[in-house]
């Protein structure tokens, strides 16, 4: 992001919250060569956000994926479409306001689990147990330990 002051490139965010809504990301930067600082308003859906997966191959960020993976994991579990867009609303706030560009899979999946916990433990272990690829019966278990204790 380019400095509207004296147009150099070395500028950095201090600080992103969201706004409107949560459907754009409210940004201070401060500008390292001239000290000075602006505020900008990205809309979410134009922020570009590339996705590393496991194998390390990149995609475009797609939330409709994001969404499918929690509506599976909340299958016939108490949790309405409302709740599940204003999770993905929240995930969207928290891997939309770091600077990179990239973000690996893993991360955002750590959001949502850090989400989804306070809302259903159940849709909580199946998506960790997606997400984490638990290898045996005694990971899962002491994942499930985890949210019912
Ligand atoms: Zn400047």
Redesign the pocket.
């Known amino acids: 992001m380019k400095?509207?002051?004296?147009?150099?490139d070395?500028?950095r965010v201090i600080d992103s919250r969201p706004a409107d809504d949560n459907t754009a990301i409210r940004r201070r930067r401060l500008?390292?060569?001239?000290?000075?600082r602006f505020t900008t308003y990205e809309k979410v859906e134009t922020i570009p956000l590339i996705v590393i997966k496991k194998d390390n191959n990149r995609e475009q960020y797609d939330r409709t994926k994001l969404e499918a993976g929690i509506l599976r994991a909340c299958h016939k579990r108490p949790v309405s479409a409302e709740q599940i867009k204003s999770l993905v609303d929240q995930v969207e706030v928290e891997i939309f306001s770091g600077e990179s560009q990239e973000i690996k899979s893993a991360e955002i999946g750590e959001y949502v689990m850090d989400k989804i916990k306070d809302l259903d433990p159940v849709a909580y272990v199946r998506f960790a147990s997606v997400y984490r690829e638990f290898k045996d019966l005694n990971t899962f278990m002491n994942e499930l330990k985890k949210v019912i204790s």
Do not use: E, Q, R, W
Request: with cysteine; hydrophobic share 5%.
């Open positions: 400095c509207p002051f004296c147009s150099s070395n500028t500008c390292d060569d001239c000290k000075k």
